[in-house]
């Protein structure tokens, strides 16, 4: 049922995949809306509605290497599959759990796994297997701004799920949603078992390779804080504006949206950019000009359209470090293993996702503000720069029969 004869046509590739990464990432950048109903609805503190969220992103991020061999080994449709079914099953859980610590541990499992399952690591194989090496970096980035589009397209729809049917039949008719639209666009992805089964360099290998080479230390350090940065924005954002006196929620919900709408031209441009320049030169860029976004905002006056030029600028910068990093990694190491070496990388992402949302709502629980996140977010932007310059690109040396 989840091989075929011959291998995708790299087309059907990039529409099926755009439609799960569309489903997978406007769903999860989305959940934010939820903190303060939910919250209020369960008498909790913000921490923990946090706590579920960095949960969920530290989940992401650990089984996202092993949702990656499965890619690489069984096929990508069988992933994608599980994945849904774990997604629709994470939402349910967050509309039902009563318990902070089971809502926290239950919706972090499932949805975390379902995000290993159904974002970016788990497609970045076939994408990266089905595109020509010289449009590999543009297939990046039409992946990733699918996803941005589902940023921008699923946060009026959730936010109007929520003010009409209530936030626990919002996440009701979202289940749904995922899985009437992800399953059949995983039968799509189904690839040949020769090529999820292909002799050469083993998984431990490839691990230990990767991770004795300095350049894809650097890129695990310099993720990292893409993770920090884009997560306490996402999460934090629309409770930010309202302590600060932005009480019209329809101002967060545009602000989020623009993130989606303007990373989708980010993240083309991106990968389209990493085909013709440097893309560790990109990728310190774009760290670089997040600080000075983030450095801007918070010293201009706040307003609606402050926050919207924010957005905006934060969307262009969004997720066009994924196009970049997951070409550095298939140029430097090849496509056999890249769902699992971008699971590894990715993980270190998530890393610093569980921190950010997390320790946003830790702070401002104990300070009544957002001050000290900010300013770690900020300098975490100039770190990555700097760590992103000495990337090699270069394909590594090894034996022809192990790559």
Known sequence: MFHTDRAPDFKTVLIASGVVLTLAMGVRHGLGFWLQPISQAHGWTRETFSLAIAMQNLMWGAIGPFAGMACDRFGT????VL?????????????LAHQPALFVIGSGVLIGGALACTAFGAVSGIVGRSAPPEKRSWAFGISSAAGSFGQFMMMPVEQQLISVAGWQQAFFWLAALVLVMMLPMALRLKEPARAAAAHGQSIGEAIREAFGYRSFQLL???YFVCGFQVVFIGAHLPSYLKDKGIMDPNVAVIALALIG??????????????GLLPKRYLLAGIYS????AIALFLAAPLSPWSV????????VLWLSTVPLTNGIVAGIFGVKHLSMLSGFV?????VGSFLGVWLGGWLFTRQGSYDTVWAITLGLGVFAT????????QAIARPLAAR
């Open 77 to 80: 449709a069988r992933v994608i």
């Open 289 to 292: 000009a997040r600080s000075a």
């Open 83 to 95: 994945g849904a079914f774990l997604y629709a099953a994470g939402l349910l859980w967050m509309a």
């Open 308 to 315: 919207y030029l924010f957005a905006a600028a934060m969307g």
């Open 386 to 393: 700097l760590i992103n310059l000495p990337v090699r690109e």
């Open 261 to 274: 709408l303007f990373n989708i031209f980010g993240s083309y441009y991106a990968g389209k950019l990493g």
């Open 346 to 350: 990715f993980f270190s992402h998530q």
């Open 220 to 222: 695990v350090a310099g």
